[in-house]
């Protein structure tokens, strides 16, 4: 039997299939291509110049990561109406926003609060994750989707 399919708030289908993957590519953009910018977005007092060729390699790795979380996203998502698939996804992609949060802390604890000192990364590291984690709860916990939270496996 094919898995059920279930048309998805506009949110939710919005922020997933649209703002979130055209972000990523904006990331993997600045990782790959802009990567001195980068890194004195992250922590100038840090950045080294001329970039050294193991550090470029590392970044043009992230940009490949948050280029395979813009597919994730995109196309992945965009196949299918599948609730099951779309949890397994974000859930993922939740995890992995702990983790992107957790990698910005040693910038200090002032980077999860102090909006009056972020730079244009900064905005981008916290309170957009703490967006895109937001929205993957509130999916994982079945808002908006009209009580269909454990759909009957179909397999």
Known sequence: MAPRQTI????????????EPISALVGAYYAHFRQDEYLTMTHAETAPSPIPLGTSIVLSQL???????????????????????WRTVLFGLLVADFGHLYSVSALGSWVY???TRYNAIDWGNVPYVY??????????AG???????????TA
């Open 131 to 140: 967006l895109g984690a937001s929205m993957r709860i509130a999916f994982l």
């Open 63 to 85: 940009a490949n990561l948050y280029f395979l979380f813009t597919l994730n996203e995109a196309l992945v998502l965009r196949c299918t109406g599948d609730l099951r698939v």
């Open 8 to 19: 998805l708030p506009f949110a939710y289908r919005a922020f997933f299939l649209i703002i």
């Open 113 to 115: 609060w102090d909006v």
């Open 143 to 153: 808002i908006g989707l009209g009580g269909s939270v454990n759909p009957k496996k």
